[in-house]
């Protein structure tokens, strides 16, 4: 037996032991690898996303904070022992982004503060009218008031910021009316309810601004300067890969314009957060987060586009090296230059400066695009004529179908990337981006390399006349 | 003054009254439309959608049921006066869909009773510990529990499924760690908080499920064939409008594709829901919804296609109407044919039955492609030859990029179709859908005229002997 390495028995009914058998061996393996394939992602993402382990601890400061509301008697008789909602309030309060707490903390501050005002009315009412009709009254209201506020839920300018709103109103006016207490100590509950959701929510607002807060604004800022360098890159990236066979991108570049194309949802629930963040780094209260949602709803259609040409690179049709190689250039080029444009513009994002060069290389890109186009028109007209090819050879069509394809996709990409500098400088526009320092342009211009600071030396000088005027 | 129509005048500050100005008199009406217009839609959304009113009534009454508990006193009493725990349960528990509010009962009550064995433990730990040890005990397992619980919801499955659950542990442990009770008291009110929840769950699910209830595995089931619909009808109606000039297909059937691009998250959330109802309908329990998300990844991988397509046929570029004519007659054919087998796959995953039609579909549908394929190559080889067309004139390529474009599309949108039909064959299996009986089969036919029966027949027989070996 020795040599056979760890051997696995259990105890069966009739006494003996035996040996498991291989498949609930392979269980009992599976299983292990199960949880410690588990604790592997878990400490990936701790370790690729400190901010996540930050928040977390936050959550553990905030709780203790709030707890030691017990432990001091005079606090916790303040509030008439209800010390309970205060560690309520913080645990389901406190978010990720600073956006998300505030608003959950305005909406359950709100909504309690209206159902309470609303429940002690109606229990008013209800007292008034005598011992018969007090119950009728209550159960009514709330049947009704439940109804309308759940349906309100439906609501999609509702939905988006006021959803915690009304669950905590119906929570507060149901426990309200249904409570069996006087309207005297209605008042006395609902003062310590509230001062306690007001403890909660500031020991909240206070952990996650002050150690390192995590704000949505800028959470939205990066995501969508990221997925712009992601898709600026797989363009680039699968572009070289057809037409040169020595250039090898990595998946993880080619695939990242799928990122774009899965953050609709995230992209606008952060935006609906920011709206509620105070100024904070380079953003100021009232930053128009809105329009960032239309730049990443542009930016997504340029990934649609993307993704098709991804799948038509991937058809079986081969195409000629002779074509591939003259048309390649064009293709490559157009495709430099709109993921340069894309580029671009996340730096425009991302710094927040004036958009100076975008004009201009919008223009590069255009021309470009027409360059391709005449390289299409002269194809028919002209058979192409290199060393490899027979002089005079007629191209047929079937072969350049999908260098064809390619092509015009490439060009739909490149008027969707203009549409996406228009929705980039509506933002400059409402945000009120500043304009680049003299020399900023120049580092800028330098880091750019020599070749065309001609150009864009005008280009500068063309926009600064434009600025003055 | 007569017949200036209605006047708006203010008192202001010096005791006249003046006129309101023209801009606050927009102002106000311009505040009327608005919350005319909100109420409008509103009503649109009642209107539409009744399941979500009568979701709303639904709320209602198990909020009714669950407040009867203050009005009964011996029901009252046996919680120990904590009625409030039910009300609090009913409000935040009680969801859309069955799938959701079930979920959410089962993550309550495992979370309070895990917390609240751990909390019982910890108590009994520190109380051991002597009265200078206790309070740091229990801080210390707060913020650690609390941290670690946090984290765990970062972790993509446990989100998924037990999200709600992580923060019920978090707040009950919380609450049992802090609260000053020996540990008899502390299992009463244990006793007395579970069995709130428990009567809170039970209102909870036994009105969700009673009443029309909402299965969200239903809902997905008809998402993802609604979906499957609106792809179909847009894709039709894009090619037909494309190369008819007399066929005006509504924008609304056009941009049907745009709900499969946008409902990723609704899917997910859905499946996710779905897995933790009982068998209902159609649907057993154990139904691979899992499967049903591939679908949808798989039909939006379709819609992306069609989204690039419609790019592309929005384009400025003016095809001649030869051209145009000649291949409309393929490209319509194969739109034809995808949108069929689109249309096909609906009903199959509507209807549950074994898929018998869409072997043959696809294998019509390859056709129609090397049909469009055939042509493309004949176009340079044999220039077009019409009445129109002057003959022996020679096609230049860059009159017809467009509609190479519009055919690779429509090829690639074919493969991808191909694919689709995969992904719901797998789901097919996996739920074990039933065998169209032989009546049906024969209606089916009826229903699609006679010119293919002789085919279909044996199609059928073939798949019958197939099913028998």
Redesign the interface.
């Known amino acids: 037996m020795a040599g056979r390495g760890v051997e696995w028995r259990i105890n069966v009914a009739d006494g003996t032991s035996r040996e498991l058998e291989a498949e609930s061996r392979f269980g009992l393996q599976r299983f292990v690898s199960k949880v410690g394939g ?1 604790f592997q ?2 400490w990936r ?2 370790v690729n ?1 400190p901010k ?2 930050i ?3 936050k ?3 905030a ?2 904070l709030v ?1 030691l509301f ?2 001091m008697r005079p606090l916790y008789e303040g509030v008439g022992g209800n ?2 909602w205060a ?2 309030t913080v ?2 309060v406190f978010e990720y982004t600073v956006g998300a707490t505030l608003s959950k903390c305005v909406n359950r501050a709100t909504g309690t503060l209206l159902a309470g005002a609303l429940g002690v009315g109606v229990h008013w009412v209800a007292s008034q009218a005598g011992e018969r009709f007090e ?1 009728i009254i ?2 009514t209201s ?3 008031l ?3 506020a ?3 839920r ?2 999609p ?1 509702i939905k988006a910021r006021f959803d915690y709103g009304a ?1 905590i109103f ?2 507060t006016f ?2 309200i ?4 207490y006087r309207v005297e100590k209605l008042f006395e509950m609902a003062h310590h309810r509230l001062s306690t959701i007001a403890i909660g929510t500031s020991i909240c607002i206070i952990t996650t601004i002050v150690f390192f807060p995590v704000w949505a604004g800028t959470e939205l800022h990066n995501l969508i300067t990221n997925n712009m360098d992601k898709l600026s890159d797989s363009l680039d990236g699968c572009v070289a890969d057809y037409f040169s066979s020595n250039s090898q991108t990595s998946d993880k570049t080619l695939q990242g314009y799928k990122c774009a ?2 953050s ?2 995230a992209e606008e629930s952060l935006a609906n957060f920011a709206r509620w963040e105070p100024a904070h780094g380079k953003f100021n209260f009232g930053h128009p987060w809105l329009e960032y949602v239309k730049v990443g709803a542009s930016l997504r ?1 340029c990934a ?2 993307i ?2 040409l991804n ?2 690179m991937n ?1 079986k049709a081969k195409v000629p090296d002779v074509f591939k190689k003259h048309f390649g250039n064009f293709c490559v080029r157009l495709s430099n230059k709109s993921s340069a444009v894309l580029k671009e513009l996340a730096v425009v994002m991302s710094t927040m400066k004036k958009p100076t060069k975008i004009d201009f290389m919008v223009e590069e890109m255009k021309s470009a695009v027409q360059e391709l ?1 005449n390289a ?2 002269s ?3 002209q058979p192409v004529q290199t060393a490899e090819a027979k002089v005079g050879e ?5 072969e ?3 260098l ?2 390619v ?3 490439l ?2 990409i490149a ?2 990337t203009e549409k996406l500098a228009g929705a980039v400088n509506v933002v400059a526009e409402k945000a009120e981006f500043e304009a680049e320092t003299a020399e900023e342009a120049k580092k800028g211009q330098k880091s750019k390399g020599g070749n065309k600071i001609g150009q864009e030396d005008e280009e500068d000088k063309a926009m600064k006349t434009l600025q003055k005027v």
């Open positions: 588990f992602r878990a993402i701790g996303e996540k382990s928040h977390c601890v959550v553990g400061v709780l203790s707890s017990y432990y010390a309970m560690v309520m645990v389901v119950p209550l159960q709330v049947f009704l439940a109804t309308a759940t349906f309100s439906f609501i300018s669950m119906i929570l149901s426990l009316s249904v409570s069996g194309l899965n609709k949802a259609s649609y586009c993704e098709a799948g038509s058809s186009e299409l028109k194809l028919s007209k007629v191209v047929t069509l079937v350049v179908v999908p064809v394809t092509s015009s996709l060009i739909e008027a969707r």
